[in-house]
Nanobody, 120 residues
Framework: QVQLVESGGGLVQAGGSLRLSCAAS????????MAWFRQTPGKERELIAT????????YYADSVKGRFTISRDNAKNTMYLQMNSLKPEDTARYYC?????????????WGRGTQVTVSS
């Protein structure tokens, strides 16, 4: 497994931007499929973006498409989430997760999350 630590959350006004980072250690980061999830109290965890191991394939949930950009720097063992045009409904705790990519593995490494609060 890989150890993950998120950073970059905070309080921002609607329409503003934040950049989240996910620093990885302990394993070969460049071999993992990576993702960002978010969760608010009382709601199910939502997958919002994924990126392939090489960074050449991405996926976005409809709720963030066109506003958020996922990226990674394998040389720095870090993944990012650039969040623009933030809305109050983006308020959540954001988690990064890693999938080793073999059949049936799933996201088996998780960070502790970073809180994003968007004020109206």
């Amino acid at each position: 497994q890989v150890q993950l630590v998120e950073s970059g959350g905070g309080l921002v006004q609607a329409g503003g931007s934040l950049r989240l980072s996910c620093a990885a250690s302990g394993s070969t980061f460049s071999s993992y499929i990576m993702a960002w999830f978010r969760q608010t109290p009382g709601k199910e965890r939502e997958l919002i973006a994924t990126i392939s191991a090489r960074g050449d394939d991405t996926y976005y949930a409809d709720s963030v498409k066109g506003r958020f950009t996922i990226s990674r720097d394998n040389a720095k063992n870090t993944m990012y989430l650039q969040m623009n045009s933030l809305k109050p409904e983006d308020t959540a705790r954001y988690y990064c997760a890693a999938d080793p990519g073999y059949s049936g593995s799933g996201y088996d490494s998780w960070g502790r999350g970073t809180q994003v609060t968007v004020s109206s």
